[in-house]
């Protein structure tokens, strides 16, 4: 999901304190949290870090797709809604950067790796945005995707983490909701309408399927995170959630859902899917997607554009500091 | 101080009238004026909040969670201090 570089590095294992090891393991085994102070193996944190920052980076890079339509959105309550979300994203970014903070590295550190480009974050955020009706699909698969991800991670073993993911949580219902609305109205009106919708879940639905991560048999890290409690359920398992619920959605909508290979398997009570093409999740994650270069040329532009606030924000407070000590020429 | 690393202020809300102020997360400010607008964006969009506390990290001073058992396991022991602790017949009422 938004961890999917967390399924290609490598995470090496230290050697650690047996006993503390063991006695960590237990206090996980048990469903205690861990908190910032408490003693953690060295690669516990390496992975936890990583994982809450290319989540944090995802909310930040993920407003650029949407941030798109803000001043062509259709309608003004449209256009107070999507600004509302993109806000929310923004707010979760940083609920998540300072949850990674607890974990020892700073917030000018972790941005600074997103800004060089050695930060990861989700693929699907760097796949464009051509019409009103990509807004609606964001929402309703994207986000739904998102749900589905972090759900389980509001047990997640470490507290600032969980607890982070509780507020987004709540606050993400309403991203999926007015993305389906939006899909309904586009559905419902004209043949032209109709079409944008399909044309937005054709091209959004199979990197929304991607959002996953790597197939369970690819995917390095999950026994370990299952093992700690950051993960509590497989890459395949979430993404068959996903199907089986966005599936009769698409179908409400009246649209296709591009997979010739989809079916209803009664026995197992699950739709089946086809292939993903993991060649192009794999190009997307190596920086060579439709919008990479876009969306990092945007964070960084919007950083150096910024840098002379925080200049005169930092300038003025030395004064207001000085002026109150007394120390003002 | 560079812009680049404000200071870090934890942020405490009280959610209505009457609770008290609850640990909610941090923001990164020059001063504490800026932390609290800065909290104000991030943890109350949805009206969670209608007081805002905002203090430096660098100026918690907390207990260490190797301490735990030195600090808090004498406590366990001394049931006499819950109420239920004390066996009352049914007949006595209102105690």
């Not at chain 1, 995470?11 to 908190?35: G, T, V």
């Not at chain 1, 890079?61 to 809604?81: H, S």
């Not at chain 1, 959630?241 to 591009?258: E, H, N, R, S």
């Not at chain 2, 964006?41 to 100026?59: A, C, H, K, L, P």
């Amino acid at each position: 999901m938004y961890t999917q570089g967390l399924d290609q590095a490598r995470i090496e294992a230290d050697a650690e304190p047996a006993e503390l090891e063991r006695r960590f393991q237990q206090r996980i085994d048990a469903e205690e949290k861990i908190e910032p102070k408490d003693w953690m193996p060295s690669a516990y944190r390496r992975t936890l870090v990583r994982q809450i920052a290319q989540h944090a980076h995802s909310e930040i890079v993920g407003m650029l797709p949407e941030g798109n339509w803000i001043t062509r959105a259709p309608t003004l309550q449209r256009k107070l809604i999507l600004i509302a979300k993109v806000q929310d994203e923004g707010g979760h970014g940083a609920y998540l950067y300072s949850a990674a903070e607890t974990l020892g590295t700073s917030r000018a550190e972790l941005i600074d790796q997103l800004l060089s480009g050695r930060a990861k974050y989700s693929s699907i955020f760097n796949y464009p945005t051509p019409t009103w009706a990509d807004i609606g699909a964001i929402g309703w698969l994207v986000d739904g995707a998102a749900i589905m991800n972090q759900i389980p991670l509001c047990r997640c073993s470490y507290g600032p983490y969980s607890r982070a993911m509780i507020r987004i949580c709540r606050e993400e219902s309403f991203h999926q909701r007015q993305g389906y609305e939006i899909m309904l109205q586009l559905a419902r009106g004209t043949a032209e309408q109709k079409a944008m919708a399909q044309a937005a879940l054709n091209r959004w639905w199979w990197p929304a399927l991607m959002m996953f991560g790597p197939s369970d048999a690819d995917s390095k890290h999950t026994a370990q995170s299952v093992r700690w409690k950051i993960k509590r359920f497989t890459n395949d398992e979430l993404r068959q959630k996903f199907v089986d619920f966005t599936v009769p959605q698409a179908k409400f909508l009246g649209i296709d859902v591009p997979d010739p290979d989809l079916r209803w398997d009664d026995q197992g009570g699950h739709y089946r899917y086809g292939e993903i093409d993991w060649s192009e999740f794999q190009q997307v994650l190596q920086g060579n997607g439709p919008c990479n270069r876009e969306r990092l040329a945007a964070r960084r532009a919007a950083h150096e554009e910024g840098r002379w606030v925080r200049e005169a924000a930092t300038a003025y407070a030395a004064k207001c500091q000085a002026r109150a000590t007394g120390k003002v020429a | 101080m560079t812009s680049e690393d404000w200071a870090l202020f934890e942020v405490f809300i009280r959610a209505r009238g009457g609770l008290d102020h609850k640990h909610v997360g941090s923001v990164h400010a020059v001063d504490a004026a800026m932390a609290i607008e800065h909290a104000r964006d991030v943890y109350t969009r949805r009206q969670e909040g209608v007081s805002i506390w905002v203090v430096r990290s660098s100026e918690i001073a907390a207990s260490d969670p190797g301490d735990a058992d030195a600090l808090f396991e004498p406590a366990r022991d001394k049931v006499y201090r819950h109420p239920t602790f004390y066996q009352i017949p049914d007949e006595v009422e209102t105690l």
